[in-house]
């Protein structure tokens, strides 16, 4: 089956810097990757759609500017939570979808997360 | 607002039994459905999904019904195994190419 990765896993920093993790889809080619957001005992929240080549779109609520999206190329996408706070710590996860032009629903795959905790 | 709600935090079923998770959705736009498998620390796993034009789709153990004019949906794993234990989410689609829409899960425990 498709397999998508996130990089880091985990990762500690301190508040004010700024942290980038990595979604990458190892074997298809992602049209379309998601960005999803999970708070404890809480459900997996949609912070924004992003396509390859162009600018990625955010649900209400979710600031275009401390959350930097970036789809590059057909396999990685990017997200920088900059100027990071402590009510940013959560689980980060990421999901593919390689159908072109289709309904995605089966073919979303979901990364392993990240653990994403500021100090 | 929740657009689609998992009522039950938990569920804890006997070993061999049936396990039923409950969904409720309130958006009528929702066309697609999908349950997805969950352990702490890891991405969803994808289970078994229905369209809306159809009420019921089996896959294996799993079945998912649908009934549209009360907007609920249900997941039936039978029978249950130790490694089913998990948290279970229901999500939904719009269409096209959106992303989904998640309840807060049901924490399923099977007993020995």
């Known amino acids: 089956g498709a397999v998508v990765s996130q990089h880091p896993s985990w990762v500690i920093c301190k508040s004010g810097t700024s942290v980038k993790i990595e979604c990458r889809s190892l074997?298809?080619?992602?049209?379309?990757m998601f960005w999803y957001r999970q708070f404890p005992k809480q459900s997996l929240m949609l912070m924004a759609t992003?396509?390859?080549?162009?600018?990625?779109?955010?649900e209400q609520g979710v600031e275009k500017d401390k959350f930097l999206i970036n789809h590059a190329s057909l396999t990685l996408s990017t997200l920088t939570v900059t100027s990071a706070h402590p009510e940013d710590s959560s689980f980060y996860i990421c999901s593919a979808s390689g159908l072109a032009g289709g309904p995605p629903y089966n073919e979303q795959f979901f990364g392993p997360g990240t653990r994403l905790t500021v100090l | 607002d929740q657009q689609v709600k998992q009522n039950s935090p938990s569920l804890s079923v006997q070993e061999g039994r049936i396990s039923i998770l409950n969904c409720d959705y309130t958006n009528s736009m929702f066309d697609y459905f999908l349950w997805y498998k969950k352990y702490p620390a890891e991405g969803p796993t994808f289970l078994i999904s229905i369209s809306s034009i159809k009420d019921k789709n089996e896959d294996g153990r799993f079945t998912v019904f649908l009934n549209k004019s009360a907007k609920h949906l249900s997941l039936h794993i039978v029978p249950s195994q130790p490694g089913d234990s998990a948290v279970y989410f229901c999500?939904?689609?719009?269409?096209?190419?959106?992303?989904?829409?998640f309840g807060k899960g049901t924490h399923l425990i099977i007993q020995p």
């Open positions: 074997d298809f080619q992602a049209t379309t």
């Open positions: 999500a939904a689609s719009a269409g096209g190419a959106d992303g989904l829409t």
């Open positions: 992003s396509n390859e080549g162009s600018k990625a779109t955010y």
